[in-house]
C-alpha cells in the first residue's frame, strides 16, 4: 500500500459542485501539503500544515480550503468548482525532524471541472 | 524573476550519453536543494538532495551546487531510456519555514 494515499483518483464533476480530496499517510509525518499541477506551470502550493492545529495558505489558496482533521490526514476542498481548477492535485507529506524540505507525494488526484 | 527556473526542454539524449540538467534561483540565502523525477502521469519522487557548495554523487546521478552563482545541476551518467521524465528542481526558500519551491521542469528524453 501507498505510504501517501489519495481519494479520489479520478473525478469528473460540473462547475458549482463542492468538491473534497482527501489525503491520508502513514510515514508519520507532521508536515502536508496540498499542491496542484498545470502542464507548463510545475507545481504550485495551495496550503500546507505543520500539525494539527497549524494550517497556511500557500501561493494560490484561493477558492480553496482545507482541513487537517488528524495528523496522518488533510483534505482539501473547492467548495464551488470552476473549470480553471481543472488540474492534476497532488498531496505531499513531510518529517521536520528529519529533512523537512524533502517531500513525499501521493499518487496524484485528477480533477476535472466541466 | 522567477524564484526557480529550469529549461522546460525537451533534452535529447542518446543512451549511454551524459544528460546535464540546469536550475537557477534568485533567493541567495536558500539552503536546501532537491531534485525530483516525475513520470508522465505519476508524482514526483525525490532523487537527490544538495545542502553544500561541490558535487554529491548517488550512482549514476551527481547533484552539483554552485551558491555564489545560484545554480543547482544534475547529471544523468550512462543515460537510460528509463530515465526518460520530467525533472524537477526544488529549492527552500530561506527564513526557516523549508517549504520548498519547485521550478517548472525539464523534460529528458533519452534515445536508443
Known amino acids: 500500500d501507498a505510504d501517501v494515499t489519495q481519494t479520489p483518483r479520478n473525478r469528473i464533476t460540473k462547475t458549482g459542485k463542492r468538491i473534497m480530496l482527501e489525503c491520508s499517510q502513514t510515514?508519520?509525518?507532521?508536515?502536508m501539503y496540498w499542491y496542484r499541477q498545470d502542464p507548463g506551470l510545475g507545481l504550485r502550493l495551495i496550503y500546507y500544515s505543520f500539525d494539527v492545529k497549524d494550517i497556511n495558505k500557500g501561493e494560490i489558496s484561493d477558492g480553496y480550503s482545507v482541513s487537517r482533521q488528524a495528523q496522518a490526514k488533510f483534505s482539501l476542498s473547492l467548495e464551488s468548482a470552476i473549470p480553471n481548477q481543472t488540474a492534476l492535485y497532488f498531496c505531499a507529506t513531510s518529517d521536520s525532524y528529519r529533512v523537512p524540505g524533502e517531500l513525499f507525494f501521493g499518487e496524484g488526484s485528477r480533477l476535472t471541472v466541466l | 524573476q522567477k524564484e526557480v527556473e529550469q529549461n522546460s526542454g525537451p533534452l535529447s539524449v542518446p543512451e549511454g550519453a551524459i544528460a546535464s540538467l540546469n536550475c537557477t534561483y534568485s533567493?541567495?540565502?536558500?539552503?536546501?536543494f532537491f531534485w525530483y523525477r516525475q513520470y508522465s502521469g505519476k508524482s514526483p519522487e525525490l532523487i537527490m538532495s544538495i545542502y553544500s557548495n561541490g558535487d554529491k554523487e548517488d550512482g549514476r546521478f551527481t547533484a552539483q551546487l554552485n551558491k555564489a552563482s545560484q545554480y543547482v545541476s544534475l547529471l544523468i551518467r550512462d543515460s537510460q531510456p528509463s530515465d526518460s521524465a520530467t525533472y524537477l528542481c526544488a529549492v527552500n526558500k530561506s527564513g526557516g519555514s523549508y517549504i520548498p519551491t519547485f521550478g517548472r521542469g525539464t523534460s529528458l528524453i533519452v534515445h536508443p
Open positions: 533567493d541567495r540565502v536558500s539552503q536546501s
Open positions: 510515514k508519520g509525518h507532521d508536515r
